[in-house]
């Protein structure tokens, strides 16, 4: 038995979500095993891992690829859960969908059947999203998780960010069916957009899209600066992660999705936090159109015990404070 809490594996380790949830699980006790893709260069600065508390006595780093899902096989050995957080992501489309979308399912499905041949396996954790749910046919104020995006329409119309919805839609599906099939402890969390601070270096992209009137780049952003959407604070989800693991008896789909908000909202929020920061005027706000995606209820995980710990305030100014610290503001 490992001292501790036991021994854990986190995908995508140099991620938003993946680098937070493994801040996490060290600061709660856990043994961390995490996977990044290889660098022949050699080149990746992980210190920003190395350096979290505890890391030191309880982080394994470990070269990793979707393309290659037996690669992960040497991080999951040993470990009661895997938090599967790693998935392509390609918004500018340099890759053709399908190409995408079966990187994504092979990668997961690979990893699924290192953790079925597990003797020490307790749960998987798959990390999905928002954009596996809002594509419907018809229109709703507010989604459960019963509600599944529509592939066939995000083909048709092709949307912005239209082949990681597939993806992310099709990945989640097959994952939770692997479960059913194999009798492999899996459930799946889903996020709307993340946002508050970071440990990783590279600007995030949820924070960036919901902070682009910041950064001067609403234009840009547009079609992400929905008139309305849902979004929860990193930490929140990582903690929210973790829960699910440590929940007894855990099934299936889980929204993690507190607030919904407007980019006027956004907005206002931050100007009268920050009345120093260069913010738009309403007049540049009022481009800013896009469809009104629903309230993800988050029911389900709230009422198997979980509870929800930032405000949408706290929430935009830790990624505001986060952003000034590492000169992106």
Excluded at 127 to 145: F, G, L, N, W
Excluded at 180 to 200: A, K, N, R, S
Excluded at 257 to 277: C, H, M, Q, R, W
Aim: charged fraction near 25%; proline fraction near 5%; include cysteine.
């Amino acid at each position: 038995m490992e001292e501790g809490k036991g021994r854990v594996c986190v995908t995508g380790g140099t991620g938003f979500i993946g680098s937070w949830i493994i801040k996490r699980l060290l600061e709660d006790g856990y043994t961390v095993n995490t996977t990044v893709r290889a660098d022949p260069g050699q080149n990746k600065d992980v210190s920003f891992l190395t350096n979290l508390p505890n890391a030191t006595q309880k982080l394994n780093i470990f070269n990793a690829d979707l393309s290659n899902p037996k690669s992960f096989n040497a991080a999951i050995e040993g470990c009661i859960g895997v938090f599967h957080t790693a998935t392509p992501i390609d918004f500018e489309l340099e890759e053709p969908e399908e190409i995408v979308t079966k990187r994504t399912i092979d990668g997961a499905l690979g990893i699924l059947k290192a953790c079925k041949n597990s003797k020490t396996l307790k749960r998987v954790i798959y990390t999905s999203s928002a954009s596996a749910v809002y594509t419907q046919d018809k229109e709703e104020d507010t989604m459960d998780e019963s509600y599944w995006s529509d592939v066939n329409i995000l083909r048709t119309l092709k949307p912005f960010a239209w082949s990681y919805g597939v993806s992310k839609t099709l990945a989640e599906k097959a994952v939770l069916e692997f479960g059913e099939q194999h009798g492999l402890d899996i459930v799946t969390l889903v996020p709307p957009f993340v946002v508050g601070p970071f440990i990783c270096p590279k600007l995030p992209g949820s924070v960036h899209s919901l902070l682009a009137f910041l950064f001067g780049d609403i234009d840009k952003h547009s079609l992400l600066l929905v008139s309305r959407t849902g979004m929860v604070h990193v930490d929140d989800v990582a903690r929210a992660h973790i829960f699910l693991l440590e929940h007894p008896n855990p099934k299936g789909r889980y929204n993690c999705s507190p607030f919904i908000a407007t980019i006027d909202e956004i907005a206002d929020l931050v100007s009268s936090k920050y009345p120093e920061l260069q913010m738009p005027t309403s007049k540049e706000l009022i481009g800013v159109k896009g469809s009104k995606l629903p309230q993800l209820t988050s029911k389900k995980l709230m009422d198997a015990g979980f509870k929800f710990k930032y405000s949408l305030e706290k929430m935009f100014e830790d990624a505001v404070e986060c952003c000034k610290e590492k000169g992106y503001l």
